[in-house]
């Protein structure tokens, strides 16, 4: 095996990737990177800094935090730093080896501090929830998607399901019912690969360069956030935080997308004609204006 975290100093994707390089040869399925798994590696990797480990400790964030995951989660961590040296390497084999090179593997978290490397690895796990960090979008697999096309998924989300909820809530409050416009639906997707990038959620506000491109679109309101799980729930939590933009009669338009459970979702107002098709089923049902 190489040396994978010396390669990828602080980068956890990167580190998985090269994990799921070294599986590949072995013939071995690929794991993703667990949100977490990583929380928990954080906790452990802490308590390594303050000298205070006590392995009895990770028994109990495996109850409370892991086991929830799956009726059978089996988890292990262990605690590297990294050497410059071949004997980095010997260790690496020699601790966790075994572990890593286990068919039954699904999932790591991975947290570094100061060089210091805390691994979690589990199998077992029954109750996927968002895979919010993946080293490869392609190991994301969003629960409604049917194969290679998707009639009702886009942007990492089923389109139709978020546009049908929202524009129920509209209508029982009187208020014409949402279009998807491209040029949003775009902006919402460059805004979660920028947070995925980034590893949280933020608005990255360039509402001025939105209207340059399209002068139909006079205004906007932008929302983000993290721990995306289905369509209806995305639209339940941007209700529950800005159900007063959401409900506005002036926000006709719409761009959502989501990715490594980052989500954004845009309002806009435009002057060109919106949505006929209220609770469309699928993908080309969906009324969409650019």
Known sequence: MTDALESHSGNPQKIVEKINTDRKI???????????????AQVMGERYANANPNPSYFDRLVVNRLEPLGTSVSASYTTLRVFKNDKYVDRLKQ??????????????????????????????????PVIEM?????????????GKYSTTVENGINVPAFVTAMNRERRNTGVDVFAVHTLLHKEAWKQVVQMSKQGHSSVYDNDADVCILDTSVRELFQTAGDGFQTAKLLVDSVLLSYGSIALDQKYNAIGVAQK??????????????????????????VDYIS
């Open 26 to 40: 072995r013939n071995l399925k690929p794991v993703f990177l667990h949100r977490a798994l990583s929380d928990v």
């Open 95 to 128: 601790t966790i080896k075994d572990t890593l090179f286990d068919s039954s593997l699904e999932a790591v978290g991975v947290y570094e501090a100061a060089g210091v490397y805390t691994l979690v690895l589990a199998s077992g796990l029954t109750n996927y």
């Open 134 to 146: 993946s080293p490869d979008t392609a190991q994301y697999v969003p629960p409604d998607y049917t």
């Open 260 to 285: 490594d459970g980052y989500w954004s979702v845009i309002f806009g107002s435009c002057c060109k004609s919106v949505g006929r098709c209220a609770y469309p089923q699928t993908l080309d049902k």
